[in-house]
């Protein structure tokens, strides 16, 4: 039973438009949700988190929301460029160091 | 460096041969994180070490798995007799310790069973 769900395998956006990224979960332990960005060939780099007492993080050109009674969070990448293509990974833990349950990724393509 | 250091990068094997992946962990971190990629898949979480604390296995898929750290600090995960399913990036993570906060990931070791 996938705990962290990113439905859409794939996204295409225009360079300067919006991205958006959607991740839904189901665990209603889970308190503490980050994105994750992935090139080929090497790990996952932390892009932005955000914990259940907020609604919404701000970094610079992301941005992530997360509405806790649909169980929903979204990343906002405005504008895209193109080197914000890779996969982004989805991940959320419940309280301490219990380990990241990871979405199976969305892969973004931003064209020039 | 002061990143998470895997070795090897990749590694070929036959089916039935042993393997040890290495993970060098960011000095100062004391939970350590061993995750794994199949091809098409999500980041499937295999074990984890937090200070002196027994290590959390539950995510080892069979008894062929093991891992161990060493000190505190270098921690090698270790599968015996490899099958063709167990060809995946192995993805090492570190991070500071109590509370939530990012985990930082090293380049993986990329595991091919033939």
């Known amino acids: 039973d996938q705990q962290v769900k990113q439905n859409s395998p794939s996204l295409s956006v225009q360079e300067g438009r919006i991205s958006i990224l959607n991740c839904d979960y189901t665990?209603?332990?889970?308190?503490?949700f980050l994105w994750y960005k992935k090139y080929p060939a090497e790990g996952p780099t932390f892009l932005i988190s955000?914990?259940?007492?907020?609604d919404k993080n701000e970094d610079g050109r992301f941005t992530v929301f997360l509405n806790k009674s649909a169980k929903h969070l979204s990343l906002h990448i405005v504008p895209s460029q193109p080197g914000d293509s890779a996969v982004y990974f989805c991940?959320?833990?419940?309280?301490?160091?219990?380990?990241?349950?990871f979405g199976k990724g969305t892969r973004l393509s931003v064209i020039a | 460096g002061a990143g998470v250091s895997q070795s090897p990068s990749n590694k070929v094997t036959e089916k039935g041969k042993d393997v040890e992946l290495r993970c060098d962990p960011i000095?100062?971190?004391?939970?350590l994180y061993w995750y794994r990629q199949s091809l098409g898949q999500g980041l499937e979480f295999l074990i984890y070490?937090?200070?002196?604390?027994?290590?959390?296995k539950s995510g080892l898929p069979s008894d062929r798995f093991s891992a161990e750290r060493t000190g505190g600090s270098v921690s090698t995960l270790t599968i015996q007799r490899t099958q063709q399913e167990d060809s995946a990036v192995y993805l090492c993570?570190?991070?500071?310790?109590?509370?939530?906060?990012?985990?930082?990931f090293g380049n993986g070791t990329r595991l091919t069973v033939t």
């Open positions: 000095s100062g971190h004391t939970a």
């Open positions: 993570a570190t991070r500071i310790g109590q509370g939530p906060s990012p985990l930082h």
């Open positions: 070490f937090q200070g002196n604390s027994a290590p959390d």
């Open positions: 665990n209603s332990m889970f308190d503490y």
């Open positions: 955000i914990s259940s007492i907020k």
């Open positions: 991940a959320a833990s419940a309280r301490g160091n219990t380990p990241l349950v």
